[in-house]
């Protein structure tokens, strides 16, 4: 596991590579699956899940779109000190965990829902009907349903000033 001292000056420093560091570095490591853990340079308290707030924070303050809206923080914060606060927090990683075995299922359901509702995709079908019915109102055009009937199935047009007596 690699070890990050936080110092009083705030700033990160890398025990492994002999550097300091900075919460961007931190996220790649989050984001790359790397285990590390924080610790206060004096005591050698654990800060890790301080840091991991305030990576989030900034991610939330940066427009990365927001996970964390006000409501939910505000319900989250009316679970502190409730009886049911250690169920909600097993509640919320579980849910996170479940999610995540399953993201790759829920992005491909995404996809063929963006693709149902996908404006241009609803535009392209919509021109393959209007032409369909153009082509059976021009000469010689047939309907959809016609293209697929044997010859001797369809309609055979009349000659004019022939009769049928």
Request: hydrophobic share 35%; glycine share 6%.
């Amino acid at each position: 596991m690699r070890i990050l001292r936080k110092y009083t000056n705030r700033r990160l420093y890398d025990t492994s590579k002999s550097c300091y560091v900075t919460l961007e570095d931190v996220k790649l490591l989050v984001l790359s699956g790397e285990a590390f853990q924080v610790q206060d340079s004096k005591t050698g308290n654990d800060l890790t899940r301080n840091i991991l707030l305030q990576i989030i924070s900034e991610q939330e303050a940066e427009g990365h779109g927001t996970l964390l809206t006000n409501q939910v923080l505000q319900q989250l914060i009316r679970f502190y000190g409730d009886s049911m606060q250690g169920m909600m927090s097993q509640y919320i990683e579980q849910s996170v965990g479940a999610f995540l075995e399953h993201q790759d299922r829920i992005r491909e359901q995404m996809q063929n829902m963006m693709g149902v509702a996908n404006p241009l995709t609803v535009m392209n079908r919509l021109a393959d009907q209007n032409m369909a019915m153009w082509n059976m109102f021009k000469p010689g055009g047939r309907a959809p349903e016609d293209e697929a009937a044997p010859e001797s199935d369809k309609p055979q047009p009349q000659t004019a000033g022939k009769s049928d007596k």
